[in-house]
């Protein structure tokens, strides 16, 4: 994390395109949220992708914090609740090795039909956890570090 806490907050969005008309409306609650922060948008191709690209985000020492953001549902053809965990599993090493905030909007329905009255609910669900990502982002990085002394 930079150590320049007067700078405006600088943050990388990185998007699954996996129901991608979904999956923006996160970036649009995030930028409605802190309009004052640099927010520079990366895309990938699905949501297993974002746990690498967060990495290497959070490697450069460029970002305050590294927001991702998927959707992942059932498709039928594989067990979804293993790609979701493996995702967020991924997303909190990261954080975790980097020191960088990497904060999930990683969401996996349990009951989601591709059809008009879903993708309004959704799209709407992802502009809120967009919105929520921002707060977190904003208070996460403003805060003051915590010194510890050692014994």
């Not at 450069?60 to 927001?67: E, L, Q, S």
């Not at 991702?68 to 909190?92: E, N, Q, T």
């Amino acid at each position: 994390m930079k150590d320049d806490t007067s700078a405006p907050r600088r943050f990388a969005f990185v998007k699954a395109q996996w129901h991608a008309d979904i999956v923006d409306r996160a970036l649009d609650g995030f930028i409605e949220t802190a309009p004052d922060a640099r927010t520079d948008v990366f895309d990938v191709p699905g949501a297993f992708e974002l746990p690498l690209k967060a990495q290497q985000l959070a490697r450069t020492g460029t970002y305050d914090a590294v927001i991702c953001a998927a959707f992942v549902v059932d498709g039928g053809i594989y067990r979804h609740d293993f790609v979701a965990s493996a995702v967020v599993d991924g997303l909190m090493r990261v954080g975790l090795d980097t020191g960088v905030p990497v904060l999930s909007v990683s969401l996996t329905p349990h009951h989601y039909q591709e059809t008009d009255h879903h993708n309004a609910i959704y799209r709407a669900h992802f502009v809120e956890k967009g919105r929520e990502a921002a707060r977190a982002a904003l208070s996460i990085t403003e805060a003051p570090a915590v010194q510890v002394a050692a014994e």
